[in-house]
């Protein structure tokens, strides 16, 4: 059986201000109403005999991975933690361990998170060959026809022709000069490394006992040791930690005999930058591509992206990026958005927060947003799914004001319990034990007006959680 | 005695989205700490032997001007409100009605309230200078001496030289194309226009009757009947609009026998753009001038503001102009911003608010900012100064909760009065008559949830108000 396997553990800060540490590229809207990620797993669920998709992902995400899963009805095949990132050998590694549990004749379609693929059908195609040749044991790897001389990303020579318009792996160079790009996309037989893989799961593992035994060792004793929390399986984390850091590539694909190369043409990105998220966006006849409520005069060439409630005026410039989030706006001129990294580090330098978090913070239980903030004040927005419900908790330096605007809350507030409906509110006088809860059908919204000395998200003793944060 | 008046009527949309047309431009923070209009005032204040102000502004914008006044402590010699925008030969015609009912042998230092003058000492010598013409009966203007061939300045020609290094005015020129600007500058007597006066009050009126009998006739009439209103001085509304609408140089200085023209270079500049604001800023290294939370990499020649609580980050950007606030932003290449009233001119004929309203209104009590919108709710930050008083009020669709986070609030709801303090909240139902008040001498912060069908600023019924809005 064919098991979809999505890492799903990158924290790319090239999208930034848009991605976030907490919440990166892999599950934003980029592109439509879905995230890569949903789009992801339902590009692979819509290829036949597809079962439920397997995601790698960090510990911070697994609330994410599993709502995204949740909104597009996508039955869950495992979310496996990654306890820190060791690159993809590792995760792929837990990922084989973890299908040939229930099936031992697992075939892997292995996809990063946040790739963008436009014809789904030649994909399906390309899929359809590269399973033949795995089941002759052969580990296939996609190649992208190169469009153009593409300087950012690595590239694989073929090697001589197998069946199934497969070919042997030539090799893999690393992301070349322009020269050399320009020269490998005339030469034809080239492709562009595109990071997904079909393979069984057993000859993966075999050869990765061949070639990096110790990454296998790993991983086998790290998955020995699972244990399965809520929805998600948590691999052992100093056994997983002892693995080597090292990608698919390296550990496995350049050294073995069996590495195969199906090419296709799919309309592939891995939208890297915000200029190549332009590159792929449908555009308008003056070449910018417009999110949100943006007035533009005399603009051409230009990604201009306005958060909710707010407008973005734009007056003659040209080959923008301008991307609009609620606490930081980027103005990046589109040949220079590989520098946003440099944003980042200087944030990070700074021991600021604009690269970690969004303003709105997403939960378990569904999310808040720190609306307005004062010396002694705070005011949020928080919004509670149906079903769900907030720890049962504490602060030791702040009160809290609570009235909801939309759906029913269950409040506790000490020994008390009782419903809180639309325009109702409630007090929770500092130190009470409290928690929030919907019971309901309908999202709970409620502004919750902090008061005291101290505002900060550490001020928390969680008593009881069911989402096993306590 | 000398007499400034402060023509503070403009509504200027050239620097939005900061200008708005409720705070336009004069009452800004735009260099420095303080507003162009107090500026204009202490200025003026700081002159030997002045009195206090003579403003004339827009009914709408009395509060700000009484407020601003307040703020930097100078007394308020009347705040003349303008019915209706009709120039500045009614305004000053008005104003020095108002300089004479107290003092028949006023004189008059008019000034916009917009402009900025860097050389306050030369200034000063200007205005003494034209202080000895004006007793000789001259009507003055300024005309600042060119440092380069601006075209978006009129110009005024000098013709024979007074006494006191003075001259007759030559003749006004309009705004020039670029090689008559040219020529004016090499050519020497020439002098930009920059609208400010200095004249007796009675040789003002005496040459408007002279040379503009309707504007004079329509300036006393609304003047006979103006009644006071709080600190401020409501002319006739039928009798001010009956007025021809006509500027100072066109009705009566380009006319009369009297014009001088005092010649100063004193730093002056109209700030009639941001790309004017740049050039006159303190600019670091790279030419930017940056006002707020800013980022810059590789940026040079720029203007970046940000608004509070958000940051800008700017990549390889060059010449830009970057204008952040809560609820717009502009991204203009620096040489396109009198473009900018194309940007207002759509937001007024799609019947938007952002050229109209910042998020946070000032209000004669103190000021709300609309924090949060949803549905059926909306979340305001409320400041009520010291000693002011919101009116006695009900609404019709919308019921209120109150939680204070600063300062100690005066709560009238139907029968009751009570103090809320810090940390303590009421409800205020739909249709209950309340009032908000601040006793105390130091602001009250307050956050409203508002919840209803409907939640319009228009759904208000004032029954009391100490501004005399009921």
């Not at 332009?278 to 910018?288: C, M, P, T």
């Not at 990026?321 to 520098?339: E, G, H, N, S």
């Not at 602060?395 to 419903?419: I, L, P, Q, Y």
């Amino acid at each position: 059986m064919l098991h979809p396997v999505v890492l799903s553990g990158g924290s790319g800060s090239r999208l930034w201000p848009l991605s976030r540490h907490n919440q990166p590229k892999q599950f934003l809207a980029l592109v439509g109403d879905r995230s890569l990620f949903q789009e992801t797993v339902l590009r692979a669920g819509a290829l036949p005999g597809m079962q439920p998709p397997v995601t790698v992902c960090s510990d911070g995400h697994r609330f994410m991975v599993g709502e995204q899963l949740q909104e597009i009805g996508v039955p869950n095949g495992g979310i496996l933690l990654e306890p820190a990132a060791r690159n993809t050998a590792p995760a792929i590694a837990i990922a084989a361990l973890h299908v040939l549990a229930s099936d031992p004749d697992a075939t892997m379609l292995v996809m990063p998170a946040d790739h963008l693929i436009e014809d789904e059908s030649a994909f399906r195609t390309a899929v359809e060959r590269a399973g033949a040749l795995a089941k002759d044991g052969w580990l296939v790897t996609f190649g992208i026809h190169p469009d153009y001389a593409e300087t950012g990303y690595g590239y694989i020579a073929r090697g001589e022709p197998l069946e199934n318009e497969g070919y042997r792996v030539g090799r893999f160079v690393e992301k070349p000069d322009l020269v050399t790009a320009e020269s490998y996309v005339s030469d034809g037989t080239y492709a562009w490394n595109s990071g997904m893989f079909l393979f069984r799961a057993q000859a993966y593992l075999e050869e990765l006992e061949l070639q990096a035994p110790k990454i296998l060792a790993a991983a086998k004793a790290a998955y020995a040791v699972a244990e399965g929390d809520l929805d998600f399986i948590r691999v052992g984390k100093d056994e997983f930690l002892s693995s080597p850091s090292d990608s698919i590539d390296y550990a496995v694909m350049e050294r073995t005999e069996r590495a195969a190369l199906v090419p296709v043409s799919c309309g592939w990105s891995d939208i890297g930058s915000w200029s190549s998220l332009w590159s792929v966006a449908h555009r308008d006849d003056q070449g910018n591509f417009h999110e949100g409520d943006v007035i533009s005069i005399d603009t051409t060439g230009s990604l201009v992206r306005a958060s909710e409630r707010r407008l973005i005026a734009t007056i003659g410039v040209d080959d923008l990026v301008i991307v609009d989030t609620p606490d930081a706006t980027l103005v990046a001129r589109k040949d220079r958005v590989q520098d946003v990294k440099r944003v980042v580090e200087h944030l990070k330098d700074a021991g600021r927060q604009e690269h970690l978090f969004h303003r709105k913070v997403y939960r378990p239980w569904g999310n808040y947003d720190s609306i307005d903030m004062g010396a002694r004040f705070q005011v949020k927005r928080i919004e509670v799914k149906p079903g769900a419900s907030l720890s049962l908790q504490k602060h030791h330096k702040r009160a809290e004001h609570w009235v909801v605007v939309s759906g029913v809350a269950e409040v506790t507030c000490d020994d008390r319990v009782f419903d809180l409906h639309e325009n109702e509110s409630t007090f929770i006088p500092l130190g009470s034990v409290h928690r929030l809860r919907n019971r309901g059908t309908e999202p709970v919204e409620l502004i919750e007006v902090q008061s005291g000395s101290y505002l900060g998200e550490d001020d928390i003793v969680r008593l009881e959680d069911v989402y096993g944060r306590s």
